[in-house]
């Protein structure tokens, strides 16, 4: 009977000479066993941290409606926020509105910041109660034009003494109602803030009456 050097082959595995011993049982590689060892003992870690390429996964795999749950929780975040966009689009859609019919109805909850107030309210009125030259600026100015383009020296002339005439009465008429607007301003407010109210009404005496906005609450010639 042949006998195998002794350290070569496992003990008995040398009476069946019939059974050849597979090379890679022989031969094992020590790395192999090394690896297998430290997944063995490699610790379960938190999914957030890196997990060992031969560690195992440390969590069971979710079952098919576990993950069609999470899957509609992800549909149901995104229809959330189609329906959080829409809903602002539709509030700001109404604010505007409500804030053109306050203009036209001079209704003081919807008006923009810049017209709140009473003191801008007195300046509206105040502008709103007399004739001013300013307000007749642009049809002047239109007829104005048409006389300078009129190749006759005389209209030609005429119109620019025109030009002349209104730029002037425009600046005396709009020096005179700032003075007397902050003057009654100053009667009537006195303590509260009054800055800028005088060049909001100038600007607004700048408009003709039928365009300007917030509309006019009083009529010609009614005290504001």
């Not at 050097?5 to 003990?11: E, N, Q």
């Amino acid at each position: 009977m042949t006998t195998g050097v002794a350290g070569s082959f496992p003990t008995g595995l040398g009476s069946m000479p019939g059974k050849p011993l597979p090379l890679g049982f022989v031969f094992r590689s020590r790395a192999k066993d090394e690896k297998a060892q430290a997944a063995d003992k490699a610790p379960v870690t938190d999914s957030s941290q890196p997990r060992h390429p031969e560690a195992p996964k440390g969590r069971p795999t979710p079952k098919r409606s576990a993950a069609q749950s999470q899957r509609r929780s992800v549909a149901n975040t995104s229809t959330t926020r189609k329906e959080a966009s829409k809903r602002q689009r539709e509030e700001r859609r109404t604010a505007l509105e409500r804030q053109r019919q306050a203009l036209a109805s001079g209704d003081e909850r919807y008006l923009p910041a810049r017209d709140k107030g009473p003191v801008r309210r007195f300046a509206r009125d105040f502008v709103d109660s007399r004739f001013n030259i300013a307000e007749f600026f642009l049809p002047m100015a239109v007829v104005i034009l048409v006389l300078s383009m009129v190749r006759v020296a005389s209209l030609q002339s005429i119109a620019l003494l025109l030009w002349l005439v209104v730029i002037v009465l425009i600046v005396l008429d709009s020096f005179v109602s700032a003075f007397r607007l902050k003057k009654q301003l100053n009667e009537r407010f006195a303590g509260e803030n009054k800055r800028g109210a005088v060049a909001y009404a100038l600007m607004r005496s700048l408009q003709m009456r039928r365009l300007r906005l917030p509309k006019p609450q009083v009529k010609r010639g009614e005290r504001p």
